[in-house]
């Protein structure tokens, strides 16, 4: 289940962190993000929205706090299965993504014209994201 390709998610995130000659951190716990940034663990959708904004803006996030988003995410990923069973019930919905290709501003103008992730507003993400494309790593 936390396996792309015979790849372990966490293997992915340790040489991220190897490729950049750096240790890869432990995990904080409910703690400020660091970096200057005002986010705090778990993250939520106001955060989210902070993060994005500061993106379209063509800025930058602190690199402690992208390491700790890395670490954040793997441990979410290594939790899920890859092929998950989606049900739609009442008024929830699901939104369909093709390949998004590391087209950041695309995927932005999906969730304005469809809104954010929640549970009652689903997304089926298909193929890829981040395999060119200037921010594929805002992506994901």
Known sequence: ADELLGIRIDQVSQHLFDSMGKKKPEPKKNGKAGGGNDVMWPI????????VKR??????????FVEQLLLESTKAMNELNNVVHVEVRGKEKVTIVGDTHGQFS?????????GYPTRQNKYIFNGDFVDRGDDGCSIV
Do not use: A, S, Y
């Open 44 to 51: 939520t959708r106001k955060d989210v929205e902070q993060i």
């Open 55 to 64: 993106l379209r803006e063509g800025k930058l996030l602190p690199g402690d």
């Open 106 to 114: 695309d995927l932005l103008q999906i969730f304005e014209q469809n």
